[in-house]
C-alpha cells in the first residue's frame, strides 16, 4: 500500500479575488475551463454553490463521459475554498482540494493544494491543475504566471 501524496500549484493572476473566487462556482464559467481538456466536450456542469452542496462536471472524451464530482466543505469569499473531488470512472478514491486566494498588488496570488492523491497520479495531477489554471487564466481574459 502506498501512501498518499500533496500536490501544490499557484498561480497568479491579474483579476480581483472575488472574480476569481467566483468563477470556481459559477456553472457557465466553470464550464468553460473546470477539468476541460484540449479535445474534450463538455456536457454537463451543475453546481450547488453552497457548504454541503455537491458539484458534477462531465466532459466527453473519446466518446466517454467522465465526470467529475465532489462536495463544497468551506466556502470563505473571496479567500479560501475547499471541496471533495473524485473521478468515479477512474477510481473510488476521494480527494481533498483547497484553493487559498490573497490579494496581490495587482491581481491575486491563487494556491491549489490537492491533498490524498496516490503517487503514481502526482505528476498527472499537478499537469493537469496546471492546464486547468491556465484555463481560468484564458476565461478570465487574465495573464497567468507561475
Known amino acids: 500500500m502506498s501512501l498518499n501524496v ?7 493572476f491579474d483579476a480581483p479575488a472575488e472574480r476569481v473566487f467566483d468563477a ?3 456553472p457557465k464559467s466553470a464550464g468553460k475551463w473546470l477539468f476541460k481538456t484540449p479535445t474534450g466536450e463538455m456536457v454537463r456542469c451543475e453546481m450547488d454553490a453552497r457548504v454541503g452542496g455537491a458539484f ?7 466518446g466517454e463521459d467522465v465526470e467529475h464530482v465532489g462536495e463544497y ?5 473571496p479567500r479560501r475554498l475547499v471541496f471533495s473531488f473524485g473521478v468515479p470512472k477512474y477510481s473510488q478514491e476521494v480527494t481533498l482540494v483547497s484553493i487559498e486566494i490573497v490579494t496581490a498588488a ?15 497520479y502526482a505528476s498527472s495531477t499537478q499537469a493537469g491543475w ?11 481574459g487574465s495573464a497567468v504566471r507561475g
Open 6 to 12: 500533496e500536490v501544490r500549484v499557484g498561480r497568479h
Open 24 to 26: 470556481w462556482l459559477d
Open 56 to 62: 458534477a462536471v462531465v466532459e466527453r472524451r473519446d
Open 73 to 77: 466543505l468551506v466556502l470563505d469569499r
Open 106 to 120: 495587482s491581481g491575486c496570488e491563487l494556491t491549489l493544494t490537492h491533498e490524498k492523491v496516490l503517487p503514481e
Open 130 to 140: 496546471n492546464s486547468i489554471l491556465e484555463g481560468l487564466a484564458a476565461n478570465l
